[in-house]
């Protein structure tokens, strides 16, 4: 049992608002947004502050989403199929934490990505965003390939994140956006 | 023809499509997982109301929240819309944000920069 306090202890001290492991369905997304906009609410967040953090939660957790909503689920195991959300609030500033298994031969398309929205500063972004949107095309999922660049730009901070080499096949990837006030 | 009327949910925008006066209004929040499917109707809709359209057509978009796979679906009305205007309907876009809502007025302009459909931005305090 002193297990479960330490857990319960290191979520403390991470200011964690609200975690969550486990399958990201299109329900639980739903129950996501609308627990967070109800704490949001409940502290009389700042209505500037709270539509910020509300758009990075939608596109991250539409990231997890679609990561797990793929046709190769051949070498995904239960486990892979599972991801973390954990949103904290210290001082000020909210900060939104994801992790997930990904295909290891998707890491570095994502880390590219990654690497060029963190170089970008906000007119950069702007721009960015308006090329792709205008020129990118939509896959049958419903992905613009835009989430990262929007995330980046309503943040206003880079980009931190992570790939964790898992096996040959996969990786386990995190991501940490900060919504700065 | 037949009005378009949605209501709106906890992903979806409330849909007002009124074919008889030309009013064509999204509001509320648009965040579904894939948009495409939402959109669908709605782009249906428009292609049928482009047979005979009023000869002023208003698209009031009021929205509080949308996702980027929405966002695509949003421009892709524009593009639907903007081919209409250089028919026989004049198209205006009315673009509503809420107070200090900046990234709601710069995603207005940016639909303003690729789409040819005359914007006017309008700050209200709550959409």
Known sequence: ??????????????????SFKGMITSELLTTILSIMESKMDHIDENPKVKKKVFNILVECLQNLYHHIDQDDVVHVIAEERSALLMISKIGDAYQITTGNYMKASDAPNLKEKLDLVN????????????????????????????GMI????????KLEYDFQPINDKTTFFSLTVKIAE | ????????SAKT???????????????????????????????????????????????EIKLEYFNTSSSKCILDLFKQLEKLNSGNTEVKVNWYFEEDDEDM??????????????????EVEEI
């Open chain 1, 119 to 146: 170089g970008m500063d906000k007119e950069e972004l702007k721009a960015y965003y308006k090329q792709v949107l205008a020129e990118g095309s939509m896959s049958s999922k419903g992905t613009a390939g835009l």
């Open chain 2, 13 to 59: 925008p409330t849909v007002k499509f009124d074919a008889a006066n030309g009013v064509l209004e999204l509001k509320g929040r648009s965040i579904p997982e894939n948009s495409i499917e939402f959109y669908k109707p709605l782009n249906d809709w428009i292609d049928a109301y482009g047979g005979s359209p009023k000869p002023n057509t208003i698209v």
């Open chain 2, 105 to 122: 007025e710069e995603a207005g302009e940016d639909y303003q920069a690729i789409i040819d459909l005359p914007f006017k931005m309008i």
């Open chain 1, 150 to 157: 929007d995330i980046a730009r309503k943040s206003g901070e």
């Open chain 1, 1 to 18: 049992m002193n297990q479960v306090y330490d857990i319960y202890k290191r979520l403390e001290e991470r200011n964690v608002l609200l």
């Open chain 2, 1 to 8: 023809m037949e009005n378009l009327i949605l209501e709106g």
